[in-house]
C-alpha cells in the first residue's frame, strides 16, 4: 500500500510540475502571427515572441525543420527559411507548453497604406461600385486580410494593435469592412498568378505624409523640428500650444472681423427681423462646393423659416457641419461646435421660440475640402409634440471668402502629429517580411503641395530603410479628379500635389496610377476602386511578376519649341491618341505667364500644341487643374498624367 501510495504522490506532484512549467512558460506571439496569416515566399523570415521559459523551439511543416532559441530578458527569435509559395502550413511553438498556428499560406505579403481612399471599404461608409455583389463574390481563400486599428504614439511601438484577432481568410463575411483597393489589387495579382497575398492594410483618412514618416527621417528635412521636440518634452509641447492659441485668437478674431454677417460683435444675419429676401437659395443637407459655390472656401450664413404650433417645450436639432458651426434662433445664439466629422446635438429653449414663425439661422465656416450643412433624414426640428422637416430650401449668404482671410494657424494635434502613426502603425511591422507597398495618400497635403516633393520620396526611402530592403517596390495612386470644373485655365493645388506625385516615379522601382478619368467631381472618395486596384495591380504584374501588359499611360518627358507650336514627347507614347475625337485639356502660355485654352494634335507620335492668343510659347500644362478633363491616353488606354513645362512658382510653394 505504501508503495502505491509513494507511485501516486510521485505521479501527482510530477503532472503539477509539468503543468506549472507549462503555465509559467506559455509562449507570446506578435499580433500578427497568428492563424491564417502569410508569410513571403523565398525569404528569410524573422519570427518571434516572448517567453518564461529558459528556450523555445520552432518547428515548420513545409520542410519538418526545427528552430531552437535561447530566450533572453523575456524575448527570443529565429529567422524561418521559406520556401516557393504553397500551403497550408503549421508552425509549431513548444517552450514547455505547445501551441501550433493553423491554416498558414507561403506567398507574397503586401503592405497597404495611406488615407481615406485607401482606407475606404467595400460596404460601411464606403459602399463603393457594386458593393453588395463584389462582397457575394469575395470568396478568395488564398488572399488573406490582416486590419491595423487607429493608433499613435510619441515613441514607436513593438506592438501593432489589430482587428478581427489576426489574419483572416477573405470572404463574403470577412471582407466587408476592408479596403476596397487593397482588395482589387490583390485580387487581379491572384487571378493572374494564383500566388496567394496577404494583404496588411494600415492606413488612416484624413492623415498627413508627415505622421507616416519616421522622426529620424524627418529631423534630416529640419521642417517639423518643432513639432517634434514638442513630441519628446512636456515644456516645448505646452510651449508650442501656447505660442498656437495666441495665434488662433488673432487669426479668429480677423476672421470675425472680416465676416459681413457680423457688426460690432453682433450677429446681425441672425437677427429675426433681418431682411434675406435678396439671399440666394440652396438646398440643405448638402455641400456648398456642389450647390452652385464651386470650390468656395470661408464662411456661408443660412437661414430658414419654420412654424410652430406651440412653444411650450424644448426642441432638439441635429446634423453634421464642415468644418466648423454656429446656430441662433430668433437671433438667440444656441450653441457652436468644431469639426466637420462631429454631430451636432443642439437644444433650443423653449423661452427662444414663439408661437407661430420662427428664424433658424447657421454660420458655417469651412477651411478646406468640402463645405456646407450635411446629414439625412435626421435634419428635423423636434420635440415631444411637434417634429419638423428642415431639409429643402434654405436663404444663403456668403460671409467671407478665405482667399481674403490670413493662413490659418496649424498645430499637429493627435495622429497627425509628425511620425506619430509610423510609431503605432508602421514601426511595429519592420520585421514582419514584405513583398511591397501600394500607397494611396496626399488629398491632406495638397496646401502643402510644393514640400510633398520632399515629403515623398523621403517616406518611400525611409520605409526602405526601416523595412531593410534598399529597392522596395512602392506603387502609388496620384490623386483623383475632384472638385468643380474651371472655364479657363489657372492655379490648382490638387494638381501641383499630382506633379510631386509624378516627380517622385524618378525615385527607382516606383510606380503610379494615374486616376483623373475615374474621380468624382462632388465625392473626394470616388466610389470606383475596382480600377484602381486594377491599375495599381498592372504595375505591380509588369514590374513585379514578369508579366506582359500595358500599365501606364503617356508620361510627359520633354518639349521643344518651333515657331509658335510647342512640340511634346512623351514616354509610354505607344499608340499615343485622344481617347474621343479631338485632343483637349492642354493650354499654353508666353513669358507674361498668362495661360490660354490650346489646340493640340498627334503628330509622329508626339503632341503639338498652339493658340492664336500666344504668338510666342514658352509653356505648356495639361490638365492642370483640380477637377481636369483631359483625354489624352495610349495603347493601354490608361490616361496620361497631368503636367507642365514651366518651373514658374506655384501657389502652394511657400507653404510648409
Known amino acids: 500500500m505504501k508503495k502505491q501510495f509513494f507511485k501516486k504522490t510521485m505521479l501527482v506532484l510530477t503532472l503539477f510540475m509539468l503543468s506549472s512549467n507549462a503555465i509559467n512558460a506559455a509562449v507570446s506571439l506578435p499580433s500578427f502571427f497568428t492563424d491564417n496569416m502569410v508569410l513571403q515566399q523565398k525569404s528569410a523570415v524573422p519570427f518571434w515572441g516572448e517567453s518564461d521559459a529558459k528556450s523555445v523551439t520552432i518547428t515548420t511543416s513545409w520542410d519538418k525543420k526545427t528552430y531552437t532559441s535561447k530566450v533572453v530578458n523575456g524575448k527570443w527569435n529565429v529567422v524561418l527559411k521559406t520556401p516557393v509559395y504553397g500551403g497550408p502550413f503549421t508552425i509549431t511553438i513548444n517552450d514547455g507548453a505547445v501551441k501550433t498556428l493553423n491554416n498558414i499560406l507561403i506567398g507574397e505579403v503586401w503592405l497597404c497604406s495611406g488615407q481615406s481612399n485607401m482606407e475606404m471599404p467595400l460596404e460601411g461608409w464606403g459602399k463603393i461600385d457594386n458593393y453588395k455583389e463584389e462582397i457575394a463574390n469575395a470568396n478568395y481563400p488564398q488572399i488573406r486580410l490582416l486590419q491595423a486599428e487607429h493608433i499613435e504614439s510619441t515613441l514607436p511601438l513593438s506592438t501593432l494593435k489589430v482587428q478581427h484577432d489576426g ?22 495579382i491572384y487571378k493572374e498568378k494564383k500566388i496567394p497575398i496577404g494583404l496588411i492594410h494600415s492606413s488612416w483618412g484624413g492623415t498627413l505624409i508627415e505622421a507616416w514618416t519616421s522622426s ?43 465676416d459681413k454677417g457680423f457688426g460690432a460683435g453682433k450677429a446681425i444675419w441672425a437677427a429675426s427681423n433681418f431682411d434675406d429676401s435678396s439671399w440666394e437659395t440652396m438646398k440643405l443637407p448638402s455641400f456648398f462646393d456642389s450647390n452652385g459655390l464651386g470650390n468656395f472656401d470661408g464662411i456661408v450664413w443660412f437661414r430658414k423659416k419654420v412654424t410652430l404650433t406651440a412653444n411650450d417645450t424644448d426642441f432638439t436639432l441635429s446634423y453634421f457641419a464642415d468644418d466648423d458651426d454656429m446656430i441662433w434662433v430668433n437671433g438667440n445664439y444656441i450653441g457652436e461646435t468644431k469639426g466637420y466629422n462631429v454631430e451636432r446635438h443642439y437644444t433650443i429653449p423653449a423661452k427662444f421660440l414663439k408661437k407661430g414663425e420662427n428664424t433658424i439661422t447657421i454660420r458655417v465656416f469651412d477651411g478646406a475640402g468640402n463645405g456646407g450643412v450635411y446629414g439625412d433624414e435626421n435634419f428635423i426640428l423636434k420635440s415631444a409634440k411637434q417634429s419638423i422637416p428642415l431639409a429643402g430650401n434654405w436663404k444663403y449668404k456668403i460671409g467671407a471668402d478665405i482667399k481674403d482671410l490670413p493662413v490659418r494657424p496649424y498645430l499637429a494635434q493627435g495622429q497627425n502629429r ?18 511591397g507597398v501600394i500607397w494611396y495618400q496626399g488629398e491632406s497635403n495638397a496646401e502643402r503641395a510644393y514640400q510633398y516633393q520632399t515629403l515623398f520620396p523621403l517616406l518611400i526611402n525611409d520605409w526602405r530603410d526601416q523595412f531593410k530592403d534598399k529597392n522596395l517596390p512602392f506603387f502609388f495612386v496620384q490623386l483623383a479628379n475632384y472638385k468643380q470644373q474651371k472655364q479657363e485655365p489657372g492655379d490648382s493645388d490638387w494638381a501641383e500635389l499630382r506633379e510631386a506625385q509624378f516627380k517622385t516615379l524618378k525615385v527607382s522601382n516606383t510606380g ?16 470606383n476602386k475596382q480600377d484602381v486596384g486594377g491599375r ?12 506582359k501588359i500595358d500599365y501606364s499611360g503617356p ?47 498627334i503628330v509622329n507620335g508626339k503632341v503639338e500644341v498652339h493658340s492664336e492668343k500666344v504668338p510666342n510659347p514658352v509653356a ?3 490638365n492642370w487643374a483640380d477637377n481636369p478633363d483631359g483625354n489624352l491616353t495610349n495603347a493601354s488606354g490608361l490616361p496620361a498624367s497631368s503636367f507642365r513645362t514651366d518651373v514658374w512658382a506655384g501657389i502652394t510653394q511657400e507653404k510648409k
Open 167 to 188: 489574419w483572416n481568410v477573405c470572404s463574403p463575411k470577412t471582407i466587408a469592412d476592408f479596403s476596397a483597393t487593397a482588395y482589387f489589387f490583390a485580387r487581379k
Open 418 to 435: 509628425p511620425s506619430a502613426i509610423y510609431n503605432a502603425m508602421i514601426a511595429p511591422l519592420r520585421d514582419y517580411k514584405i513583398k
Open 216 to 258: 529620424g527621417a524627418l529631423s534630416t528635412i529640419h521642417d517639423f523640428d518643432a513639432q517634434i521636440q514638442a513630441m519628446k518634452s512636456e515644456v516645448d509641447a505646452n510651449a508650442l500650444l501656447k505660442k498656437y492659441n495666441a495665434d488662433m485668437a488673432v487669426w479668429e478674431k480677423k476672421v470675425s472681423d472680416s
Open 512 to 527: 503610379m496610377a494615374v486616376t483623373t478619368d475615374i474621380g468624382n467631381g462632388e465625392d473626394i472618395h470616388p466610389k
Open 620 to 622: 505648356v500644362r495639361y
Open 555 to 601: 508620361l510627359y518627358k520633354s518639349y521643344t519649341i518651333k515657331g509658335n507650336t510647342v512640340i511634346l514627347d512623351f514616354d509610354f507614347n505607344k499608340n499615343i491618341k485622344a481617347r474621343d475625337d479631338t485632343l483637349k485639356g492642354f493650354s499654353i502660355a508666353g513669358s507674361d505667364q498668362k495661360f490660354y485654352w490650346a489646340e493640340a494634335k
Open 536 to 547: 495599381l495591380a498592372n504595375i505591380a504584374l509588369a514590374k513585379v511578376y514578369n508579366v
